[in-house]
């Protein structure tokens, strides 16, 4: 009897441990999946976000290619020929840049334009005029920089290194809204310049293919690589272009000097981060150093 009372205990422990155990692996399932649904809204949140972003970025873009065009016809109307030949080699560089890529410039509506009596770039000259003193800063029209970011894990691909020798690589002007260089007018900016000085080495943010490598007389020697998943990297004011149309790259190879071809200042890097053909500020994206 002893041991039948014994046996009965026994059994009854093997059968609430096995349910402890059913319900903690149960439980376990669910907090997986619950997990698993969370990650999967986390991703789609970021997703909306990034696509929200790129929207407004691509928006901001097209505004710039809109104030180009209207920007030449106020030069040739002025009797500029310089001014308008420098925003003529703009538009061309554009033009390019979004025919290699696959990057087609909508036809804007310019019901907005001709609405008004007076040209965007006229209000501009005008504001220019009745505040003349006022601080640069002040007039700078709305213009984001974007807070792209490249995920971490995915790197490959993407143009993560930093185009110059760490030493060479300081940003002297910024993407977003400054005065151009040479039209001394505020105007995006839709990369960054590094002031490296003439001759350093510049390397390739990422491994990629040479989709163009060619002269602009703005922008002078100038080298797009286009990457994974839609990004592309542009390189500008080269003296020197190493690789040529077509030539896959290697994250870090040497693919040209830096120079001042074109309309420059000085001597600088002009470098562009695009996604899908629209540019993004590559401040975010100067991950690693060589
Ligand atoms: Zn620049």
């Known amino acids: 009897m002893k041991r039948f009372i014994f046996l009965v205990a026994l059994l009854n422990v093997l059968i609430i441990s096995t349910n402890a155990q059913n319900k903690t692996k149960n439980q376990l399932e669910a907090d997986f999946e619950k997990f698993k649904r969370e990650r999967e809204q986390d991703f789609q949140n970021f997703k909306q976000k990034r696509e929200a972003e790129l929207k407004k970025m691509e928006q901001e873009y097209l505004d710039y290619y809109n104030e180009m065009t209207e920007l030449k016809k106020h030069y040739v109307e002025k009797k500029e020929p310089e001014k308008a030949q420098t925003v003529q080699d703009?538009?061309?560089?554009?033009?390019?840049?979004?025919?290699?890529?696959?990057?087609?410039?909508?036809?804007?509506?310019?019901?907005?334009?001709?609405?008004?009596?007076?040209?965007?770039?006229?209000?501009?000259?005008?504001?220019?005029?009745?505040?003349?003193?006022?601080?640069?800063?002040?007039?700078?029209?709305?213009?984001?920089?974007?807070?792209?970011?490249?995920?971490?894990?995915?790197?490959?691909?993407?143009?993560?290194l930093t185009p110059l020798p760490k030493r060479l690589a300081k940003i002297t002007s910024p993407f977003g809204v400054r005065i151009h260089p040479t039209l001394g007018r505020p105007i995006k900016h839709n990369g960054v310049d590094f002031g490296s000085g003439r001759g350093a080495e510049v390397y390739a943010a990422s491994s990629g293919k040479v989709v163009l490598a060619q002269y602009n007389s703005t922008y002078g020697n100038y080298i797009i690589i286009e990457h994974n998943d839609g990004t592309s990297s542009v390189y500008a004011h080269l003296d020197k272009i190493k690789v040529s149309k077509g030539s896959p790259i290697r994250k870090g190879d040497v693919i040209g000097y830096t120079g001042s071809t074109g309309r420059s200042t000085g001597p600088h890097l002009h470098y562009e981060v695009r996604i899908k053909g629209i540019p993004v500020d590559p401040k975010g994206y100067l991950v690693e150093t060589k």
């Not at 538009?91 to 390019?96: A, C, L």
């Open 90 to 160: 703009i538009i061309d560089y554009e033009n390019t840049i979004a025919k290699t890529l696959g990057y087609k410039i909508p036809e804007r509506v310019k019901e907005k334009v001709e609405a008004n009596t007076k040209s965007e770039v006229s209000k501009k000259e005008e504001v220019k005029t009745e505040a003349e003193n006022v601080n640069v800063e002040d007039k700078k029209p709305e213009v984001s920089s974007s807070t792209f970011k490249p995920e971490a894990g995915t790197r490959d691909g993407i143009p993560v």
